[in-house]
């Protein structure tokens, strides 16, 4: 059965009430078919009035007339009608009840609704008979609690917003977003005000009652089309656990259950399940190099206890030669198995139960070779052949789509588990958390890209970047067949170093750019059944490949990439470039760019009143005036869409953000086309540009219409920073070691002079005609020795160290970013690399007007 809810801000008592619901049933579904022959057979729908509106006067005649294509119960109260779909639910008691964000609002809203109208027999939600109401949160519409997830005990829930966030990838996992990109359907979402409007007329409420019906429709054909209940199905019946509970989305519960069965089957006690207060992980920096560890929706990137994966620093630039990338298969569970890493086989001493560092781990003593495989590789193990064995299945001739389809689940469901058996050891809230074994897994896969590097470089090959379980190479040569051929040999010879572990060409790239550590494009080549190539354009950790840059920006930028791939000349790039990034800049001061391009998409990490600095956090701000509207609450974990406008005000661009409907409802409100041009589009362009020569910061910033004199000093300053290694090893002058630094003025001691004396250097001249600077007044008029009044000058220096301690304690800091030049003394809570980020911009760093200075070498 397929639940969908309609809901509507009471405007008395500022809560939801539940105004209509549609259901779709279909009794013959089976779980282990990827999808009926049939959507539904039967559908309902219950529609009720809010306290402040009437039905139309021919409403109920409309109805009737129309009750063979909608079967449609018009109900007098909100009361009527959750009584009406508690005696529909039980008369029909589903197994399932499929929605979306039933778990973070449907069932919440649900119960409160309940409770606020003294509904008798409420438990008929669910299939246990219960007179006590679950405790309810204080604040309805946040998601429901454990306690209120228990209200449908006894039948199943799937929740496709939860099954798709572990199956897909996308901006945003609304149900617009998802029927958009799964269904490729058009989804259409309307609010409160539309909602309200509609009972003015019979015709608009029968369509309103055709969208809810639609809806239902569209969830219950994604989950048909992601074969949620198949996969979820196979994954229970492989781990041992409870379905209701893998539909939650919970792996390290699926992995927990797994081991549970093999440890008890082996007559092994197995710990007992700890349950402690979950403290905040520290954040990890962007740059450093960890494992990065995903928590549950809304936690952000955490830190985790141990050294993770490594990172090899990569050989930036632009590469027009072949690069390969090769990739070890499964590493972890591989390195489990190599090693014949467990419980059983590997005594954890008491230094490394800390595991602060690779020396706490060397007291591991790693088992024999001829020890018998302890329990957790050999789950491994069957998982990976059972898959193989699958995969070996559907290359048999004569199968049916549908068998097709049903071993493709299966193998699926096999990857899923086993590729997670790993994260139950560095989980903390796991039964099975070992953190001595998870972090002696994450060194020997330190140590083997490090042997693997070592290899290829004996090789006299460019390893240019590695992360984790890969490494790419330059292969220095445009011929695709003498690469392969150098691949295979590669391949061959690191294999030969270990029994299970096992490297392979994951990838040919015919030109790539690398920019940073996890971040590239390439154009990687593909052969196809009749021996022909083709190639296909990959991006990684881009700005144009997250969600929290516009749609402006991703479209220039993945033209740059484009272009910069295209394997044309390097003149003729920077010119394709140039001309793209003028016709941009006049289309937007112009108007003629969509507003859906201006959209920008943020995460919320916790629930929007929970941040203490709203102010400079546009998607928080936005969330917060959304939520004072009523309905469906926005909390931690999902998207907000907000563009920049212009409102009139001297306010910072993070304070000038607004919902797109608050866009199309406003006459006053219009996009700030200078901020996008400078805070979207020029930085995702500059930092794409950035190894290719003939561009720079500056010109990218006039091509799109902006002061190029703002952008001059900050490319200066990176490139300062980028030449610092080379600084470090040749010579530096006096002059290159102090030119960042203010000159030192002095006023001549003579009493009828007073000349301002700039002090560059302290002697000046060549040979033997070297001297002082301060040996005499530079005016010419003025007799007087000026180094023999050295107190006087010593007094103007002590008064002039005073006043630069004096502005180094007033603590102003200003946006490295001229095109924002803000300038604060409030330190903010967001930092970037280790550097403030500026609160109004909210893109540049802060840096201090005086400052500290490094000791220099």
Request: glycine fraction near 6%.
């Amino acid at each position: 059965m397929t639940l969908n809810l309609r809901t509507l801000p009471n405007t008395k008592t500022h809560q939801n009430e539940i105004i209509g619901a549609a259901c779709l049933i279909n009794p013959s579904f089976h779980m282990d078919r990827p999808a009926p022959e049939q959507p539904f057979q039967q559908h309902f729908c219950a529609i009720s009035k809010p306290n402040d509106c009437i039905f139309p006067w021919d409403f109920n005649e409309k109805v009737q007339k129309e009750s063979r294509k909608m079967k449609v119960e018009v109900l007098p109260t909100e009361r009527a009608l959750l009584g009406f779909l508690l005696a529909k639910i039980h008369k029909i008691d589903p197994d399932l009840i499929v929605g979306h964000d039933i778990y973070g609002y449907d069932l919440d809203i649900l119960l409160h609704r309940i409770n606020a109208n003294k509904i008798p027999h409420w438990s008929k939600i669910g299939r246990l008979k219960r007179t006590v109401m679950p405790k309810l949160s204080s604040y309805p519409s946040r998601g429901a609690s454990h306690s209120e997830k228990s209200a449908m005990c006894g039948r199943m829930v799937c929740d496709i917003k939860i099954s798709a966030k572990e199956l897909v990838r996308l901006k945003s996992f609304d149900l617009t977003e998802l029927t958009l990109q799964i269904l490729k359907q058009k989804h259409v979402e309307l609010d409160f005000e539309q909602i309200r409007n509609m009972y003015s007329s019979t015709a608009m409420l029968l369509h309103l009652v055709e969208l809810t019906l639609i809806d239902s429709c569209h969830i219950l054909n994604i989950m048909y089309e992601l074969n949620v209940l198949p996969l979820a199905l196979q994954i229970t019946s492989i781990c041992g656990n409870i379905m209701s509970r893998t539909l939650m989305g919970g792996r390290a519960e699926r992995n927990e259950f797994l081991l549970l069965h093999a440890f008890t089957e082996k007559d092994f006690i197995v710990p007992d399940k700890e349950y402690k207060k979950k403290v905040p992980a520290p954040v990890a920096d962007e740059e450093e190099e960890v494992d990065v560890t995903k928590g549950k929706s809304g936690q952000g990137r955490r830190k985790p206890a141990y050294a993770g994966g490594l990172v090899l620093e990569p050989k930036k630039g632009f590469y027009d030669k072949y690069i390969l990338l090769l990739d070890f298969n499964s590493l972890y569970p591989s390195i489990i198995q190599e090693y014949n890493i467990c419980f059983t086989t590997i005594t954890r001493t008491e230094q490394a139960k800390s595991a602060e560092n690779e020396d706490d781990l060397l007291s591991l003593e790693l088992p024999s070779a001829d020890l018998k495989p302890g329990i957790l590789p050999t789950e491994i193990r069957k998982l990976v052949e059972s898959r193989r064995q699958v995969k070996g299945l559907m290359k048999q001739e004569g199968l049916s789509h549908e068998q097709i389809m049903q071993y493709d689940i299966r193998q699926k469901a096999l990857k899923l588990t086993a590729n997670s058996m790993y994260g139950c050891l560095g989980f903390t809230f796991s039964r099975f958390y070992a953190k001595p074994l998870a972090a002696l897994i994450t060194m020997k896969g330190r140590e083997i890209l490090m042997k693997t590097k070592d290899l290829v470089q004996a090789m006299n090959l460019d390893v240019i970047y590695g992360d984790t379980d890969s490494i790419m190479i330059n292969s220095n040569s445009t011929d695709i067949n003498e690469v392969t051929k150098l691949g295979n040999k590669i391949k061959g010879e690191v294999n030969k170093l270990y029994k299970l572990l096992e490297i392979d060409i994951d990838g040919i790239y015919k030109s790539m750019l690398l920019l940073k550590k996890k971040k590239y494009a390439a154009l990687s080549v593909h052969k196809g059944p009749d021996g022909k190539y083709t190639t296909q354009e990959e991006k990684k950790g881009l700005d144009i490949v997250r969600r929290d840059w516009s749609g402006l920006a991703k479209s220039v930028g993945d033209y740059v990439v484009s272009t910069i791939l295209s394997g044309e000349s390097r003149e003729t790039v920077v010119e394709l470039i140039h001309s793209r990034l003028n016709e941009v800049g006049e289309q937007v001061r112009e108007g003629k760019i969509p507003v859906e391009e201006f959209l920008i998409t943020k995460q919320l990490t916790k629930n929007p009143e929970d941040y203490p600095d709203k102010k400079s956090l546009p998607h928080v701000q936005v969330a917060l005036r959304l939520n004072s509207k009523g309905g469906k609450r926005l909390k931690g974990g999902d998207t907000v869409a907000y563009v920049i406008c212009e409102d009139g005000s001297n306010l910072a661009a993070s304070q000038r953000a607004y919902h797109p409907d608050e866009l199309a409802k406003s006459d006053s409100l219009k996009i700030d086309t200078k901020y996008y041009l400078a805070h979207q589009v020029h930085p995702v362009v500059s930092r794409l540009c950035d190894p290719i020569e003939g561009t720079d910061a500056s010109h990218i910033a006039e091509c799109l219409g902006l002061d190029p004199a703002g952008y001059r000093h900050a490319a200066q300053a990176r490139e300062e920073a980028g030449d610092q290694e080379l600084l470090d090893t040749v010579k530096v002058t006096d002059e290159e070691k102090y030119r960042d630094c203010e000159r030192l003025m002095v006023k001549c001691p003579g009493a009828t002079c007073r000349r301002e004396i700039v002090l560059d250097v302290p002697l000046k001249g060549a040979d033997m005609y070297i001297e002082a600077s301060l040996g005499k007044c530079p005016n010419e008029q003025c007799p007087l020795i000026v180094a023999k009044n050295h107190v006087a000058i010593g007094n103007q220096l002590t008064v002039a160290i005073r006043d630069h301690i004096k502005k180094y304690y007033q603590g102003w800091m200003k946006c490295e970013d001229m095109a924002c030049g803000a300038r604060v003394r409030k330190m903010p809570l967001m930092f970037q690399r280790g550097h403030p980020v500026c609160p109004s911009c909210n893109k540049g760093v802060l840096n201090p007007e005086v400052g500290i200075p490094s000791p220099l070498k």
